[in-house]
Each structure stands twice: as C-alpha cells, then as structure tokens.
C-alpha cells in the first residue's frame, strides 16, 4: 500500500498553508512554486479539499486559498478522506460490498482491526503534527 500522488501532493500543500500566518491568502502558484508540486494538479486536489470544508477558496487579484479552520483542527483522515474518500483497506470491508464470508472469514478480521488501529492513529494526529 501506498499513499497517492494526489494524497502526497494534498497533504504537501496543506502542510504549507498551515506554516503560513492564520487567515493569509495564499495563491496556487506560490504553494506549487514552494512545494515543487504540479499546479494544474495542485489545483483540482484543492477544489476537492474546498468542497469539503478544509480549504477556503478565494477568487480575484490577490486571490487564493486559505485554512478553514487552525491547522490542530483538522485530522490526518479529514485530510486523506477528502482527498481519496473512506479509508478502507479492502472491498469487503466496505460497507457496500455484499461477501458470503463475512462472518467466519479471518482475513477480513484482522483487515479490519488494521484499518480500525490505522484510524484511530489517523484521528489522534492533525496538520499540526504534521508540520512539527
């Protein structure tokens, strides 16, 4: 397993906005400049974290992105749920895939007591640890 480019790059721009003073509009090409980081790809990952609440999007001159909230506000799984969605470990562990085995299957057990234990680690640290 491994994280996404788009995971990556999210987070890399996410940790940069959350070094920046509280409230500075910060445009795109600055945090692709500084993070080494594709704009054009930049760009929709950050559309994705505004819509879900994480980013605030701000149009005209001078325009940018700015946090939500502060930066020991927003957990690591907010950040890479609203990136790549709910965080499962595997298919039968979602809650929409329909598998016979599920209840004696030993795999699917432990899958899930990773996936809880890699949660809840997820929940513990925010953007703040991050940038520590």
Same mark, same amino acid.
């Given at each position: 397993m491994e994280l996404t480019k788009a995971c990556s790059y999210g987070i890399f721009g996410m940790m940069y906005l959350a070094k920046q003073p509280q409230g500075k509009i910060v !445009? *795109? !090409? =600055? /945090? !692709?400049? #500084? =993070?080494? *980081?594709? =704009?054009? $790809? *930049? #760009?929709? /990952? $950050?559309?994705n974290l505004a819509r879900s609440g994480l980013l605030r999007s701000h149009r005209g001159a001078g325009g940018g992105f700015t946090l939500t909230r502060p930066a020991n506000r927003i957990t690591v799984k907010e950040l890479l749920e609203s990136i790549e969605g709910p965080i499962c470990f595997a298919k039968c562990l979602s809650e929409l895939e329909d598998c016979d085995k599920k209840d004696i299957c030993k795999l699917q057990k432990f899958l899930k007591k990773v996936q809880d234990h890699a949660t809840k680690i997820m929940t513990q640290n925010t953007l703040a640890d991050l940038i520590k």
């Amino acid at each position: 397993m491994e994280l996404t480019k788009a995971c990556s790059y999210g987070i890399f721009g996410m940790m940069y906005l959350a070094k920046q003073p509280q409230g500075k509009i910060v !445009s *795109l !090409s =600055e /945090i !692709s400049r #500084a =993070e080494h *980081l594709p =704009e054009k $790809f *930049l #760009a929709k /990952i $950050f559309q994705n974290l505004a819509r879900s609440g994480l980013l605030r999007s701000h149009r005209g001159a001078g325009g940018g992105f700015t946090l939500t909230r502060p930066a020991n506000r927003i957990t690591v799984k907010e950040l890479l749920e609203s990136i790549e969605g709910p965080i499962c470990f595997a298919k039968c562990l979602s809650e929409l895939e329909d598998c016979d085995k599920k209840d004696i299957c030993k795999l699917q057990k432990f899958l899930k007591k990773v996936q809880d234990h890699a949660t809840k680690i997820m929940t513990q640290n925010t953007l703040a640890d991050l940038i520590k």
